[in-house]
């Protein structure tokens, strides 16, 4: 039986962990706190306490049978706490096919408005882009020693059922900030699910790949087109200068790169059930109608 270990069974590990579960797969999953082990459960995977702190006994038993292992854990100051802890198992487990580790976009860092794609040296700001580069670089190494199939994954912004701008817009937390010349990068998470099983389909070790849609836009278009499915009135523009952010919140601003994505369609063979925003926040909305 293929067994997916994940380190972290978050918001996308869970789309990709419900389809594999469905095709028979065993999913083992980890959670920092005791309170999170009944809805793992309940969910169908079996759930696994690792606090990032110190070494599971369980995961290390359970790393050992898997064949497959997906990280979404955030780095911390360790730089990555999966192979702080678990190297050797990872490196010891005998029919380890594929490694996935999610990583961001943000490592390309500012590129005002310019294209990149996976040949682009990362140039990360913020403290949390470094640390994923940082956490990027130390499993890449690790695959070349191991010989073990280690592929990165480049995320953007994420969205999906219960984390879109239409239920922002139902709960009354939608804004529509203007900065020119702006624009984010996004992808629906099924269509990330889908990558993630075209990689584990045809594995390449050491691969990484740019997963978003093709279309980078503005963040107030989004808002605004939200705002048309469900039939309301626009938030007022805001313009930047006078939004109210977060340090972390104005620093995402201050970052605006065009995320290609070819590699994922020519070599994966993936085709994208949601290319904009626009297909993506459709489909959501027919969800919510029904």
Request: hydrophobic share 40%; proline share 7%; net charge neutral.
């Amino acid at each position: 039986m293929s067994t997916l270990f994940c380190f972290g069974l978050g918001y996308t590990a869970r789309v990709l962990a419900g389809r594999l579960m469905a095709q028979g797969w065993r999913v083992v999953g980890t959670t920092r706190s005791e309170k999170n082990i009944s809805s793992i459960r309940d969910f169908g995977a079996e759930a696994v306490l690792f606090d990032g702190l110190t070494p599971s006994p369980k995961a290390s038993e359970l790393i050992q049978q898997s064949t497959h292992i997906l990280h979404s854990i955030r780095p911390n100051e360790l730089a990555d706490a999966a192979l702080v802890h678990h190297r050797q198992e990872l490196a010891e487990a005998p029919d380890l096919a594929w490694i996935g580790y999610l990583s961001t976009v943000g490592v390309y860092g500012d590129r005002a408005g310019g294209w990149v794609d996976e040949t682009t040296p990362p140039a990360p700001l913020s403290q949390g882009s470094r640390r994923r580069l940082a956490a990027e670089n130390l499993w890449a190494s690790f695959g070349k020693e191991t010989q073990k199939a280690v592929h990165r994954f480049r995320l953007p912004g994420i969205y999906g059922p219960g984390r879109n701008a239409l239920a922002a817009l139902k709960s009354g937390k939608a804004r529509r900030i203007v900065k020119p010349g702006q624009v984010f990068n996004r992808a629906q998470v099924a269509d990330i699910a889908s990558v993630l099983e075209a990689s584990i389909r045809q594995p390449r070790a050491g691969a990484v790949y740019n997963v978003t849609d093709d279309e980078p836009a503005p963040p107030q278009d989004v808002v605004t087109y939200a705002a048309e499915l469900l039939g309301v009135e626009p938030p007022p523009e805001i313009p930047f200068e006078d939004a109210e952010l977060s340090p972390m919140g104005r620093a995402f601003y201050g970052e605006c790169k065009r995320v290609k994505n070819e590699l994922i369609k020519s070599e994966l063979g993936v085709g994208l059930s949601y290319p904009t925003y626009r297909e993506g926040l459709r489909a959501l909305a027919g969800e919510l109608i029904s």
